[in-house]
């Protein structure tokens, strides 16, 4: 796992947990790329241009810009802020996911119209999951897609690869 915020790379290699220091990381992140022989590498964390750069020069096939939950970093920015620079500096050469402040239909359409390929949502399942096992899951999923689907029509979207910037307003 890539953590930029921290400045460090954690990965396991037979069974192993190594760390590396910020010296380290690029050649080491391409290292550890071309080990996987093939295989799509997704690193999480990214959160400026520089690093989604670095992560499509080392050959990533994608990145999930997160700031963690915000909770790793004080005054650290949402997602959002920094999710079109990001898209717009790798221009469509790697998939670009966004997770953090995801809770709504709407959410989700926002971060598809800033660019992002798709959204990771976790700690709302969580909670739908523990209050309401399979039901609760099953209801939060009906209420974001109700909720994307109300926004697409208000939108003028007809279909997610209709979702653009200028179904925004200040964009």
């Given at each position: ?12 290699i037979?069974?192993?947990t190594n760390?590396?220091?910020p010296?380290d990381?690029?050649?080491d992140m391409?290292r ?5 022989a ?17 992560a ?18 004080d005054?650290c ?5 920094v ?5 717009d500096?790798?221009g469509g ?6 997770d953090?402040?995801?809770?709504s ?15 990771l949502?976790?700690?709302p ?9 399979q ?10 897609q109700?909720e ?9 979207a ?6 653009d910037?200028?179904?925004?307003f200040?964009?």
């Amino acid at each position: 796992m890539v953590d930029v915020v921290n400045h460090s790379i954690e990965y396991k290699i037979c069974g192993k947990t190594n760390m590396m220091s910020p010296d380290d990381h690029y050649s080491d992140m391409k290292r550890v790329i071309a080990a996987m022989a093939g295989k799509p590498f997704i690193l999480k964390g990214i959160m400026t241009v520089k690093g989604a750069e670095k992560a499509l020069e080392a050959g990533a096939a994608g990145i999930i810009v997160s700031n963690h939950g915000g909770r790793v970093l004080d005054q650290c920015p949402a997602t959002a802020v920094v999710l079109p620079a990001i898209v717009d500096a790798v221009g469509g050469k790697m998939k670009v996911f966004v997770d953090g402040g995801i809770r709504s239909g709407t959410d989700v359409f926002k971060a598809l119209a800033l660019g992002a390929d798709a959204v990771l949502i976790a700690r709302p399942f969580v909670t739908a999951v523990y209050g309401g096992a399979q039901e609760g899951v099953q209801a939060y999923v009906d209420k974001l897609q109700a909720e994307l689907a109300d926004t697409m029509a208000m939108c003028g979207a007809h279909s997610l690869a209709d979702i653009d910037r200028s179904m925004l307003f200040g964009f």
